[in-house]
């Protein structure tokens, strides 16, 4: 957060996000309506390239595609890791006979 009294999207306490205040150094005032989206999914990395103003709703199917596919990957993972298992026990059984 960065020190912006004045800015229409400051708290209270007169703070904005450094994301926010970044794209607007790039692409001027984010519109109504928009948020700004960290393309990558770190919400530390700050870097311009690394930042999108979009709709909100757009932020919101992006957050869901994202959670989606990590639990995708998460799934796949436990198959392949349960079937590599499978197939040791296989070929331990095969070497006992």
């Known amino acids: 957060m960065k020190w912006a009294p004045e800015h229409p999207r400051a708290t209270a306490n007169g703070y904005v996000r450094e994301h926010i205040l970044v794209w607007e150094e790039n692409h001027g005032r984010l519109p109504d309506g928009h948020v700004v989206h960290h393309?990558?999914?770190v919400r530390a990395d700050n870097r311009p390239?690394?930042?999108?103003?979009?709709?909100?709703?757009a932020n919101r199917s992006w957050h869901l595609v994202?959670?989606?596919?990590?639990?995708?990957?998460a799934l796949e993972g436990g198959l392949n890791d349960a079937g590599s298992t499978q197939?040791?026990?296989a070929f331990r059984n095969k070497e006992a006979a």
């Open 39 to 41: 393309l990558n999914g």
């Open 87 to 89: 197939d040791q026990g």
């Open 66 to 73: 994202r959670m989606m596919q990590e639990r995708i990957r």
């Open 49 to 57: 390239e690394n930042l999108a103003g979009v709709p909100r709703t």
